[in-house]
């Protein structure tokens, strides 16, 4: 009898923690388990806004798939569709003709995408932060505004590239810019001329609240903090326009930003839809408490792309997280197993534990079970809990010595933007621009080195 193919959209959360689950408990010779991924790795979100401040070198949140799944086929490409009709899914690699991958049983995982809205210059000059390359790239031209900052004395070339505007106050868009935020500030004391009053930090949220994760009083709380450090919390209010890097505000205020970091939401990966999948009205799929797809015995779900029952809040949906991907991956692979073996399968039962955010060094929010935390008891746990949950010893003994090294050594403040045109020195260099004022760097006020802003060094 031929052995029954697994097939694994994704290798996120759901993917590989469902992947590594089947490769641990399948008997030799009882089914083939292929995943497919967009990357050869995997990537610990939670530590994105991290990688990006720099706290952790950038390759230790990402976990490579082939290592870690070593009884598992990995095929890195884009699946782009899935159908349960004939049991087929159409998937094109990165290089070489398409192929058609048929399977006995199926786990759809491909997560969510960013939620782009049709605001004006929003797709040109928009980044979004999901990716590791977005982190990184993010870092790069944060870290190299500052160098076009310190080095002109042009005022409004300065404004604009040391204004930095988030929109999206979930915990992707506050932890991202409080991280970005507090390693800016604290790599200015190697800028000369440059001081925090300079930098124009803005946080845009539609709601009248933000961090939702963490509850409303924390929410609010965390509002003060950030108004505390000089960063601008703008509730209530939309970007309208970014066309030529021109930010328009709902409330009617205009500035010019070189940074737009969108992170107002996000929608289940369009390639849900592409195939035959039972989709619900918010475009996720339909699954049943045991992560069945419906009306099928051979094809699951689950994650930030899938409507998930909350067995603990009768009528409605868990939130895409990664407490739920990392837990409805465990219950998936099981029932997967039980499928597979004509056994009874069982549905997906947890309670929301609550959730822990870090606001940059020594700074964080947190609510679990209920039990509010600020500060740095709060980015304590939030550190203590997101290692606890990184997969592989490799990778947390890695990210355990970036954070004792930060303990001894400042921060790497060297910006790397030239590694997205790593042909440059190949191509022909652009026409001579015209030639700068003769200006003194006296006239750009520049004022005395100031000494270090924080007893810690890192
Ligand atoms: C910055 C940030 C911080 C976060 N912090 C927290 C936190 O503190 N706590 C928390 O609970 N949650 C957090 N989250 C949310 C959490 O990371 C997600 O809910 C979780 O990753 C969802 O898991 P998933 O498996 O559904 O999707 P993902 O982990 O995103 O995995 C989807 C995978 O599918 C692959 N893929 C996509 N399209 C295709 C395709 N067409 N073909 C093949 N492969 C494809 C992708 O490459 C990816 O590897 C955070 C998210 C972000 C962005």
Request: hydrophobic content about 45%; aromatic content about 0%; cysteine-free.
């Given at each position: 009898m031929a052995v029954p193919r697994i097939l694994i959209v994704g290798g996120g959360y759901v993917g590989m923690y469902t992947a590594l689950r089947l490769q641990r408990r399948l008997r030799r010779g009882e089914a083939l388990v292929t995943v497919a991924d967009l990357d050869s790795y995997m990537t610990y979100q939670p530590f994105l806004p991290e990688a990006a401040a720099g706290?952790?070198?950038?390759?230790?949140?990402v976990v490579p798939l082939r290592r870690v799944l070593n009884k598992c086929q990995i095929l890195s490409g884009r699946v782009t569709q899935v159908r349960l009709g004939d049991r087929k899914a159409e998937f094109t690699p990165h290089q070489g003709p398409d192929l058609t991958i048929a399977y006995d049983y199926l786990v759809v995982a491909p997560g969510s995408i960013s939620r782009l809205l049709p605001v004006p210059g929003l797709a040109e000059h928009g980044i979004g932060f999901k990716t590791i390359e977005e982190a990184i790239a993010l870092r790069n031209h944060v870290l190299g505004r500052l160098d076009i900052a310190a080095s002109t004395p042009d005022p409004e070339v300065r404004r604009k590239a040391l204004t930095f505007v988030f929109v999206g106050g979930g915990y992707a868009g506050v932890e991202a810019l409080a991280e970005l935020e507090d390693m800016a500030a604290d790599a200015l004391k190697y800028f000369e001329g440059l001081s925090r009053e300079d930098m124009r930090w803005i946080l845009v949220e539609a709601t009248d609240r933000i961090l939702p994760e963490v509850g409303p009083d924390m929410g609010r709380w965390t509002v003060l903090q950030l108004r505390e450090r000089g960063i601008e919390v703008r509730m209530?209010?939309?970007?309208k326009s970014a066309e030529g890097r021109r930010i328009v505000l709902s409330d009617g205020e205009e500035f010019d930003a070189d940074t737009l970091v969108w992170t107002a939401g996000v929608k289940p990966n369009p390639l849900v839809g592409a195939g035959d999948l039972p989709l619900d009205k918010k475009g996720r799929i339909r699954v049943d408490p045991c992560l069945r797809v419906h009306d099928t015995g051979f094809a699951f779900a689950a994650g930030d792309c899938a409507a998930v029952p909350d067995l603990t809040r009768p009528g409605e949906f868990c939130p895409p997280n990664a407490q739920h991907a990392v837990r409805q991956a465990r219950t998936l692979a099981d029932n997967l197993l039980a499928a597979l073996r004509g056994h009874s399968q069982r549905p997906y039962r947890h309670k929301y534990a609550g959730s822990v955010a870090s606001l940059g060094l020594y700074k964080g929010v947190a609510q679990i079970y209920g039990r509010e935390l600020r500060g740095f008891p709060a980015w304590f746990m939030h550190r203590t809990y997101h290692l606890t949950r990184m997969p592989t010893f490799n990778k947390k003994t890695r990210i355990l010595m970036d954070w004792t090294l930060g303990l001894f050594f400042p921060r790497e403040i060297i910006s790397l933007g030239a590694i997205e045109e790593p042909r440059k020195e190949f191509t022909p260099p652009p026409p001579p621009p015209p030639p700068p004022p003769l200006l003194s760097p006296l006239l750009w006020g520049c004022r005395r080195r100031p000494g270090p802003r924080r007893s810690v060094s890192r």
């Open positions: 706290s952790i070198e950038a390759r230790h949140v209530g209010t939309l970007l």
